[in-house]
């Protein structure tokens, strides 16, 4: 199983890198390619920008990656009840590359995480009802909520309960993913 695992935020401190790590390592037996989205900045989108420039080759490579993976773990950063605007712009311009989808058919895990008590539960219903419109297949969703509380650098999630929940879904996307 090839997994393509990044945080939608380009924090080079952030709290959902820290977590789309820990949810890698937790994939065994997987060839897990981690990227930073940092990698990937192109000049904001607008219909005139592509019209003068084309679309980016950054966006190409990106939708490259996502075209060698089998699945797509992601931790979206919640701004404003929204996607990043580092996300939603690379978001956009791979939506622009003609003849495919963003997520291309692929099994899309998302997971959010913040500091407060809802754990990015915004971006992640958004992503939910979005993804499966840009070829994102849904697999599952994971909030962690409350950061500094539940999470410990170098260790992961020291919640029971939600540590729990992380590793039954992923272990229902390893037996679904090796069952077809």
Do not use: C
């Not at 996502?66 to 990043?84: F, M, P, R, T, V």
């Not at 409350?146 to 037996?175: C, M, R, V, Y």
Request: aromatic share 10%; hydrophobic share 45%.
């Amino acid at each position: 199983m090839k997994v393509l695992a990044f945080a939608g935020s380009n924090s080079k401190a952030s709290i959902n890198k820290q977590l789309v790590e820990y949810a890698a390592s937790l994939l065994e037996d997987a060839m897990v390619e981690l990227i930073d989205i940092n990698d990937f900045e192109m000049t904001i989108f607008g219909i005139d920008k592509e019209n003068e420039q084309g679309i980016p080759d950054l966006a190409y490579t990106f939708a490259d990656k996502i075209a060698h993976s089998d699945i797509i773990l992601i931790s979206l950063a919640e701004h404003n009840g929204a996607y990043s605007a580092a996300f939603k712009n690379i978001f956009d311009w791979i939506s622009r590359i003609p003849n495919q989808s963003v997520f291309q058919d692929k099994g899309v895990f998302i997971l959010a995480t913040s500091t407060g008590a809802r754990g990015g539960a915004g971006v992640l219903e958004m992503a939910k009802s979005r993804f499966p419109w840009n070829g994102g297949k849904v697999l599952a969703t994971f909030s962690l909520p409350s950061f500094e509380e539940t999470f410990q650098p170098g260790f992961g999630i020291i919640n029971e309960s939600l540590k729990e929940e992380l590793l039954q879904k992923i272990a229902k996307i390893k037996l679904d993913f090796s069952a077809n």
